[in-house]
């Protein structure tokens, strides 16, 4: 089972229930490793000042805003974490409303709500009353030092978390030119549609739905694999021992697990703060943006 992202409350009026929040997603993206395509080495980033050309040490690294070309301020560690939310380990609900009343375009990530021991009973009582009333409970959570606005919403015996855009986030439809509702439709073209609808209705099966450029590029990897056509690198210097976990590594397991499945082709269409953990996190932070 995956770890909780954090172990704490999820808080409405006085009622505290414990719960863990667990990601609700997956991500099977591809992983690659860029090479020189002159001799198949390893490409590696360095941090570099932009004016001597040397390699920065990540222990001068600190993080800045750029209010005006090439003019910044540098902010201290102490300063973001003096931003950082105090609330931590909680899902503090305060509102409920109508299950339709948020657009699509708020939504942004899934989490899991898993009731915590002796929690069960709070738990069922909040999913059955959001059921009810049709309603969705709406609040602040914190994740990974950041706090978030969202959604908790019952998915048949879960509760489930959504991440949601704040309106500054969300890019207003008065920004686009869209047709206006006077826009004639004659009723033949109209009935046609609906009836075109119709015919290709039916009932939502998402593993009917394959990642199929995924797909595709696995078979050509596969292929080539089988066929020897493959280049080696030496290692790098400071490179993690074999055996230890790499996006190479993992890349090599997938590709055997598949090659050990028959390479089956596609189907077709049809957190907690801790300030040492967070100083360093967001020097590396700063360090990749300005890498």
Not at 98 to 125: C, Q, S
Not at 249 to 274: H, I, N, T, W, Y
């Amino acid at each position: 089972m995956a770890r909780p992202i954090w172990n704490g409350t999820l808080s409405f009026g006085l009622l505290n229930i414990p719960v863990a929040v667990m990601s609700g997603q997956r991500t099977n993206d591809l992983h690659f490793r860029m090479l020189d395509s002159r001799n198949n080495k390893p490409v590696r980033y360095e941090r570099v000042n932009a004016q001597t050309g040397r390699e920065v040490p990540w222990k001068d690294v600190v993080k800045a805003f750029e209010y005006r070309k090439g003019n910044y301020v540098v902010l201290e560690p102490e300063d973001i974490e003096g931003a950082a939310p105090e609330s931590h380990e909680s899902v503090d609900l305060e509102t409920f409303v109508e299950a339709d009343a948020i657009g699509p375009e708020y939504y942004e990530k899934p989490y899991y709500l898993v009731p915590g021991k002796r929690a069960e009973k709070g738990y069922v009582l909040l999913r059955q009353t959001l059921e009810k009333t049709g309603r969705i409970g709406v609040g602040r959570v914190v994740i990974r030092t950041r706090e978030y606005l969202c959604a908790v919403l019952p998915r048949g015996k879960a509760l489930m978390l959504n991440l949601l855009r704040y309106p500054s986030e969300v890019i207003p439809q008065s920004e686009y030119s869209f047709p206006a509702s006077a826009k004639r439709v004659n009723r033949s073209e109209l009935a046609m549609a609906e009836k075109l609808v119709e015919a290709l209705s039916g009932e939502w099966k998402p593993e009917q739905f394959k990642d199929e450029f995924r797909a595709r590029l696995k078979k050509v990897i596969e292929k080539r694999l089988k066929g020897g056509k493959t280049v080696e690198a030496e290692p790098e210097e400071g490179a993690e021992p074999a055996g230890q976990s790499t996006n190479v590594v993992d890349f090599v397991s997938l590709l055997k697990q598949s090659l050990a499945e028959g390479g089956r082709a596609p189907a077709k269409k049809k957190a907690a703060r801790r300030a040492a953990p967070r100083k360093k996190a967001a020097r590396k932070s700063a360090a990749r943006k300005r890498a």
